[in-house]
Structures are given as C-alpha cells and as structure tokens.
C-alpha cells in the first residue's frame, strides 16, 4: 500500500491560487487540541466512576471492551434488531440504550463544560482564542460537530462578524435572520448540525448566559427543568439522522448548509467514521473540489498512514470526484497554533 502525501494547509492553501477556502469543519480533536479532558475516554472515566448511571453501564462498556459511548450505542442498536429472534425483550434494550445515553449527556455536562471554564482563566486562553479566531476567519462557513462550548467563547466577543441563525435565542428558518439571508461577504455562519449543550429542545432554543448567571448556570436550570440539550449521540449513521429529522434547527442545518459547504473545505479533528457517512451523503448533494483532512501528528507514522487510508476509502466511496488531501493537524496558523 502506497504511502499518503501528509502536507501542511498552508501549501494546500497556495496551490488553490485566488479560490479562498469556504467551509471549515470541526471534530472532537479540535477540542481536543486544547485539552485531553475533551476526549471521549475522560467522558467514560467520570461516568463510570461518578456518574449516576454507573452501576447501569460500567457492565455493558467492560463486556464490550471499550470506552466510546457511540460504539455502545451502535452495539445496542444492532443487538435490538435481533432481539426478537433470540427472545430478548426490547424494553431492556431501550433501558439500557437510555441509561447510556443518559450518562453521556451527564458526563458531557461535567467533562465538556469545567474543562473549557477552567481554560479560560488559564495564561494560554487569549492567545489560543486569538488564534482560533484568526483561523476560522479563513472560512465562510464553521461547522462544528462538537456538544462543547469551545466554539461558543471564542465568537462570542464577535457576534457582529459570526452568526448563527439564532434570535435572541429563537430559531426560525423563515425569519431573516436565518444565515441565508446575509449576503454580507465578510459575514461568517457557524452551525451546530449535531447540537450543542448551549441549545436546548422543547422548543428549541440556544441558551446565553445573563447579566446575573453565567452560561454553565443557565444550562444547569434548563436541565433541571426538564429541558434536555439538542445532541446527536446514536451510535450509527442511519440512527443519527433519524435524531436530526426530528429537529427543526438540526435537519435545518443537514438540508441547507451541509449540502452546500462550496468548493473547497477543511476538516480538523474529524475523521468522517463509519457512523458519521450521512454526513458525507449531505456532502454528496454538491461535491467539493478540494477536500483537506487533518492528521494528528502526535502519534507514529505508521498510524497516520493507516489514518489517512482509512478516511480516504470512506471518503471516495460517497465522494469520488474530490480531490483529497491530508494536511498535519498542528500546522502554523492551524487552530490554535500560531
């Protein structure tokens, strides 16, 4: 198996000539980049260890050997088709899917909301805001897939420039205020197509903080009322969608913003998995040119090759026209380094 050129963005970017970047898209290693705590392992250390769905869980991610709360899910999911045939009742299934999927969200809560407080007040927090920000400047369109806050801190204090097609915490496809309709080309849209902890269901709306609680309060009163946050967490492709159809916001956001991402696009810190394809199904729609695809340069050569690899036979199957290029995930001026 021939090796995969990994390059830096930066000659990506050159080669393009006068076509600018258009569309940005963020996976986990984004936050991850920032700190380790984002990762999906510290999600299982604290649910299993603290979270109040532990004695319910911890069996099922030990029997399956594994820390990721999607591949559970997924497993779940696949065991339910055939729980008829072997006479497994369904109702266990659901509750064991629920309690899962409950503990997520808890140790999302904890795990995706401290770490982000707690990098704010660190020395390091305006320079990488600073150099995020310069860097998704680059793109027309952000698309996070991240529950996190991350994105959220660093536009805040840019409201002006980046918006998200919400009003005063409303979203309404038919307002004017749906990204849409700003023709301003130095404006730039951010969505969240698998939600955020900041945007809630029933009815959906984003939450903000206020002059006398901070954001994480206020997203500890919408729970408690019963309030649950808007997030994809299914454990396959065909499920995830099914979650997004039943969105306003989010099946929004897959219909009119993912089909359209422009001709030339980045993703950083996402891997376009097996339970992500509907993602690339949306991309399908209107093809990209130039797809470019992070690597996370901390780890063997041998790993970022079979990474490569990996992305590159997902990503040909559903768009084969693309030209595909890898690029090393802390290149200068990439994200947060300068």
């Known amino acids: 198996m021939n090796d995969i050129s990994i390059e830096t963005l930066g000659d990506i970017e050159k080669s393009l000539g006068n076509n600018p970047w258009n569309s940005l898209i963020l996976g986990n290693g984004a936050s991850m980049a920032l700190d380790s705590a984002f990762s999906y392992k510290s999600l299982y ?166 002059s006398s609680e901070n954001l994480r309060k206020v997203i500890d009163g919408a729970w408690a009322n019963g309030r649950d946050p808007l997030f994809v967490s299914e454990g396959t492709a065909t499920e995830k969608l099914a979650t997004i159809r039943q969105s306003l916001y989010l099946n929004t956001v897959y219909n009119q913003v993912l089909t359209k991402l422009g001709s030339n696009v980045v993703a950083y810190g996402f891997s376009f998995a097996e339970n992500d394809t509907h993602v690339l199904d949306a991309m399908a729609t209107n093809p990209p040119s130039t797809l470019a695809v992070s690597v996370f340069s901390g780890q063997p050569d041998s790993e970022q090759q079979s990474f490569a690899h990996d992305v590159s036979s997902r990503v040909r199957k559903k768009l084969p026209n693309a030209t595909l290029r890898f690029f090393h995930h802390d290149d200068p001026g990439v994200w947060i380094f300068p």
């Open 45 to 210: 250390e604290y649910a299993s260890t603290k979270g109040s769905h532990r004695n319910a869980i911890t069996p099922i991610f030990q029997g399956l050997d594994t820390t990721n709360f999607e591949h559970v899910l997924r497993v779940l999911s696949d065991i339910k088709k055939l729980a008829l045939h072997f006479g497994i009742s369904e109702s266990s299934i659901d509750t064991a899917s629920a309690a899962v999927r409950n503990a997520l969200i808890e140790a999302v809560n904890k795990k995706h909301i401290e770490p982000i407080e707690l990098i704010k007040k660190s020395s390091e927090w305006n320079t990488s805001k600073d150099n995020i920000r310069a860097f998704v400047k680059k793109f027309r369109k952000i698309i996070t897939f991240n529950y996190d806050l991350t994105l959220y801190w660093v536009l805040i204090d840019s409201s002006k420039i980046f918006k998200d097609g919400f009003s005063h915490g409303n979203f309404d496809p038919r307002s004017p205020s749906w990204p849409s309709s700003y023709n301003d080309a130095e404006q730039k849209l951010y969505f969240y197509p698998h939600g955020s902890l900041a945007i809630v269901r029933t009815p959906e709306q984003k939450l903000a903080k206020t």
